[in-house]
């Protein structure tokens, strides 16, 4: 029997991901979606790219109209709302997968600095795993409530981790400078995503004052046992997908470039989906478009390592690692519907 | 003395545009911007390009308080607002060029119909001419108020009025098919114009019911003092500037290429503006990028005439022509700040 | 057993496109890939998105090198190559669909007055079967050889024919006006489509004069059992994929959009992969990006009935109708790896 | 008698910048182009846009033909090339402005290890200016011969010396992590410059080896009178023009933002070219499209201080600083023809 997925937020880019994955996934489907608007619209009149894929209206986002039958509920919602259906799904038995930012941050007071708000389910946000897939495997396979990573935090963490984590790197300030595709602004027009404004420019925003920093921070401490200080500085680049983050980091000795490849192919070397390059070619975006992977390169450049990671924003950054959470919760190949 | 210089509505791209040619231009200047809020903002906190360039406030808009010394005022104003606006700006003695819609349409019942308002200024609107430089030139010479032209009009009438107003032009309903880049949509965020839903894709729009629609008949008719009836299809391409249209005129008896060429070398022969090509090269947007240039070619494919045109709609569909028309009202070298 | 499969070609796009498709199919698998490159490199090494997804190597394109096991071949060539290919292969056994336009015109006089080469294989240009799945799905079923059609000419064909195949449309010569995305040139790089030269840029190429023309008049010349002229004129658009195509068609006498609209619906009612838009919405290439469907939107202007068809030129226009075919050609569901 | 210009390269984007250029410039006049093409092509067929402004064609790049009233010529030639007209130019009296690459660096051996040719010129490489006109105004007033700076080394040189000059910055490695738009790589097609290869991605390219990082370690060292290492790193953005360069540098002790704001307004006081933002925006490529500026932004993030600077690639980084460098070395308004 397939996985049975409600949906929470499917008008937004990484709802409709999600549909687009689970409708080619071989153990799993979609079986309901809600949303916040009265009319219930049918799915293909917010997406007319659904058009006969797939049957559903967006009924109420309120868990009591979930169906029973349902096993996991996808959260594409924004910051601040999934809080406050998180611990009534728990309640009705379904398990979750937060796409949001609600669970993320460990520290309660953290989330209030950052998010502006009291965090009202600090139960929950103790039990949540962090699903950076390749670090949590085996808390994410007995988890019920999993904190989705941010898409910055994912290409950010994959290109650090493996100087952190192996006593590599410096504690000097390590340099996340991050390039995005615009449709990491999520859905909502504005003006700095109106495209004659964004179009045929590059922009630099939240110049340390990212709400992604905190996490990222957070993730790499935790995984490499250490605290870290990483200065994150996000872009806004005229394309709908992909993120490419370039990270500096500086070596307590410096290293040549063909050591460090070897160590992040050895570090990466069970893991599905990420790719380290060692044939001396970088990766660009486009490679991993549509797709769960993460390319990975890495050059001694100096005193630093310069590690150059790809991701799609709203696959690895959202809903494809959303999708292998799942699979990894449910006890599927992780790969399930991800190639 | 330079031609003084007043412009409401500074704060869209036609506004912007404006001010940067008038920035260039050897015999005007900008002395006074008039918009509607409220805290007066510094033109260069609405437009960080013009830092340095212009040290202006956006004033209000009411025509009391433009000062005295102005000669023109530009109106860069939605349509149903400029008519509230000109019988007070021509009352008090300033010339106005309007780059909206309101004094297009010489039937004031066509303007009810087609932008759903009553025309509450019908004197000015019979006094009024329309600004299509190259064909109403020795009006516009006269003129106080001149109705600057739709940038899909503009890009259309130069392309087709070769052959309606020589009589080679068959009846038939005139296709024109017109491509534009983004800012022709206005300023204003919208899902339409949100980069991750307008990049790498086109669409049409508002197939034959575009409010250009009455324009382009209007004004092919009276160029050409017989009926026309064009099918306008407006498409939307991820670009900021450019309009290319693709006019497909059936020809009474076919004539060659070459024979088409001349034609419209010979009819364009004196117009500064207007730029046939006879070489064999196909104009794109990109070659107009930026001036008041209209570039044009002509094929004949069996007993088709297709013209394909090309203007920048900020430039020649907008605020470059709203100069042009400056220049012949004042009596300036037409090309005075366009080249 | 999965239908095996080879590919010669795979390093342009569409050779690209097909191994995606195929590597999601549940019933068929790439077996062999061929190019002229005497190294032999990995497809990885071509294609750094398919590192981990196929572990092949581009081999010889050689019939005698292709395994016996082969049941067709995809051939991914320029025109000109195929046909030196295709009698080979036939005779080797396997099936083959040609991606080129070597078995597409009917006429050998027409392939070479179009593409200036002499037709080395008539024989096989009689027998081959043209690919537009949804009017010749009988005959492909029992196809040794599919031409598969041109990208503009799906477009076209499926957004005519309702019109040309019931007696609706007047004989007067059909406008279709298309816009591509910049991968239909290939993956040469050229001036063209230099990034620089092409992007925030709309250009008509080939106006009257596209190899695609003869093709679109052949295609709805059969399937309407009468003789039609068109005049194409492609364009050039700013971005990757997709192919929106306005066809511009005289009816006999005018018919309300609701008429039309319902015509349409009933005429594609049992094809999978034609969506008619019935709800006032018109398409965008974006809604098909990725798949291989057709959307179809028309509207009455006047005594005009304009079409809008989008697909994406990859898929639906190339790789995707191509294993579309094939799904017709061995029985299988037609829309297997395609949704 | 305005000074009269030749240009030896004008079918590169840096040579028709310079031709747009000074078309506008009140005291200049371009009176002679040269290339290498045997036809001598009017400069229009190279360049549509310049139809009907600039009536020149291609002649020889030989320094003979140069007319002896020429004053100054630009070269916009591959690097290896300027070097063997340079000596014969000045020999001929004639004043030079070098937009390539081969009297940047100083030392004859560098030049050779980056660019891989022996310098046969260093008596000139001892004499030529370098062109970052803020900071050796006075030594290309009296230069005969200025090497102009790179597009990237101008970017990160402006945004950088505020902190370096100062005795603000440690010295530990500055992280320069620029983004350019394609124009930058030249008009030469090539598949990392295909438009379906760059377009909808970025990618980092030259980590570390790219041939601007010595000369930006050459101008911070020779600006601030002490070593200086860059970890340079460019990328490659889906837009023609602009670069963004995020720069990190590690400060001696932390500043406030207010601080270094305060700091980079009163360092660029009288510079009518570099516009410091102090109130609170960052800023975009497109700010400063088309033109000459380059504006900067600080922001303190930890024990680094995050600039990030805008310019026109081929504006202020190559065409824009070459007339502005040809104003001064004339004893012109330095802004004249670049507002």
């Known amino acids: ?122 139960a929950n946000l103790t039990r949540a795993v962090y699903g950076l897939t390749e670090f949590y495997r085996d808390q994410i396979a007995r988890a019920d409530l999993v904190a989705n990573p941010g898409c910055y935090p994912t290409s950010i963490a994959l290109a650090v981790a493996p100087l952190t984590k192996t006593g590599l790197a410096d504690k000097a300030t390590i340099v996340a400078d991050s390039k995005s595709g615009i449709s990491g602004a999520g859905r909502q027009p504005s003006e700095e995503t109106h495209f004659p404004e964004c179009n045929e420019s590059v922009a630099a925003y939240k110049v340390g004052t990212h709400r992604h920093a905190p996490e990222i921070e957070q993730t790499l401490t935790e995984i490499s046992g250490d605290p870290w200080r990483v200065c994150f500085v996000p872009h806004l680049i005229p394309m709908d997908r992909g993120i490419l983050s370039t990270c ?72 494809g690692q959303a999708v292998e959470n799942m699979n990894v919760m449910f006890g599927l190949d992780e790969k399930a519907g991800l190639l």
């Not at 687009?20 to 009265?38: F, M, T, W």
């Not at 570090?267 to 797709?291: H, I, M, N, Q, S």
């Open 248 to 319: 500096y980091v500086r070596l307590k000795q410096p290293l040549p470039t063909e050591h460090l490849q070897r160590l992040f192919a050895q570090f990466y070397a069970r893991e599905p989906f990420v790719r380290v390059r060692t044939d001396g070619t970088l990766p660009k975006t486009k490679d991993v478009w549509g797709t769960n992977f993460c390319d990975v390169a890495v050059r001694a450049v100096g005193d630093l390592a310069v590690v150059v990671s790809v991701i799609d924003n709203l696959v690895k950054g959202a809903a």
């Open 1 to 122: 029997m397939p996985v049975s997925v409600a949906i929470l937020g499917p008008t937004g880019y990484s709802g409709l991901e999600i549909i687009r994955i689970l409708l080619r996934h071989p153990e799993a489907r979609v079986a309901y979606l809600g949303g916040r608007r009265e009319e219930r619209p049918h799915i293909a009149d917010i997406w007319p790219s659904l058009r006969s894929l797939l049957d559903l209206r967006v009924e109420s986002m309120e868990p009591e109209e979930i169906p029973p039958g349902v096993d996991v509920v996808f959260l594409a919602l924004p910051h601040g709302v999934s809080l406050q259906y998180v611990p009534h799904l728990l309640g009705r038995g379904f398990k979750v997968v937060d796409l949001g930012a609600d669970y993320r941050l460990k520290d309660a007071a953290a989330y209030k600095k950052w998010y502006g708000l009291e965090h009202t389910d600090p």
